[in-house]
Every structure is written in C-alpha cells, then in structure tokens.
C-alpha cells in the first residue's frame, strides 16, 4: 500500500483552535490533497501509568482521562492516538466524554484556562504491538514511529499527554523554533 509523503509540523497541533476551524489533522491531509479522519477508540477515567504519572505530575494513584483515537488518510489507518488528561482538568468537560471537541481539545484547554505555552516531543522508533501492527496495517519487519508530546501551560503544569504510534513510511517531523 503506497502512503502519502510530507512533512508534518506540530505546531497547529499544539496551537487553540476556533470551534469553526476544524481539527488539524483534518487540515494538514487536506493540504495534502487527502481525506484525514479520525475514530475515537475509547475516552475513559483509569489510573496511569508509571510515565504519564510522572509527565503529568500527578500521583501513581489519581485518576486520568484518555482518549484514544485512530487517525487515518484517504480510509486508511496511519497513526494511533493517545491522549491523557489529569482528572482534576478533564473531569466534569468535553474531554472526559466519548464524542468529538469542537474546536480539538487544546482549543477546549485554552478555554478552560490551561493554554498552552510549552510543548516539549520525543521522537523514537520501536516495535509495535501485535494490536498496533494489525490495526496500522504494517507487517511483520515494520516498525513505527512513535512520537510523545507534553503540553504545559507558561507557568508549567502539564495538561495534556498525547502518544502517537505512526506508520513511518512517507513521515518527516518539521521542528520550528522561534528564539528570541
């Protein structure tokens, strides 16, 4: 199966976005003349893991929200999403219910007073799950690329927690840094 090919910036994923302006995966596949949809998997409440306790400074036993998401191109699935909320931010809000945010949810963040002001990645390449393996579509010898990213706000509290397991093929990361 032949994948699109382009370079991906992250920065409209981590800017606010109007409820009008559609979601940013949607955005950039349409700049690349492709159809980009995604499926929410599953949004529930459970307790973290080791890594994501840790990123979003939460305690090993409080509760998050995550939404899982499967991202694809064209019908085809091309990355699996997941993204983690504390409970005490996403609780009671559109994050912590099984339906699409108007706006995506660094937009419904922003609005809730967490906008934003950091975001820091780590790329890497591993072995995917028999699960991940099946539902991209990759066969046996393939990896993924997988990418983390943090949101925290300017004063430094960690909203938001998003891992992606991508199909590598065709992907480029674009980093641009504004230094001042």
Known sequence: MSRPEWISVSMPYVTPRSCAG?????????????LGTQRLLEVTEM???????????????APVVVRRRLMMFDGQPVELTDSYYPASIARGTALGEP???RGGAVGLLAELGYRPGRATEDVYTRQPTESQR???????????????????????????????TMV????RLRYELIVE
């Open 22 to 34: 559609g979601d940013a995966w949607a955005a950039e596949a349409a700049q690349q003349g492709g």
């Open 47 to 61: 307790s973290p893991t080791a890594e994501v306790a840790e990123a979003l400074l939460v305690d090993a036993d």
């Open 99 to 101: 339906r699409k945010i």
């Open 134 to 164: 099946s539902t991209l579509g990759l066969t046996a010898g393939e990896w993924v690329l997988g990418l983390t990213r943090l949101l925290s706000t300017a004063e430094g509290v960690p909203v938001e927690l998003s891992v992606m």
């Open 168 to 171: 590598p093929q065709g992907r």
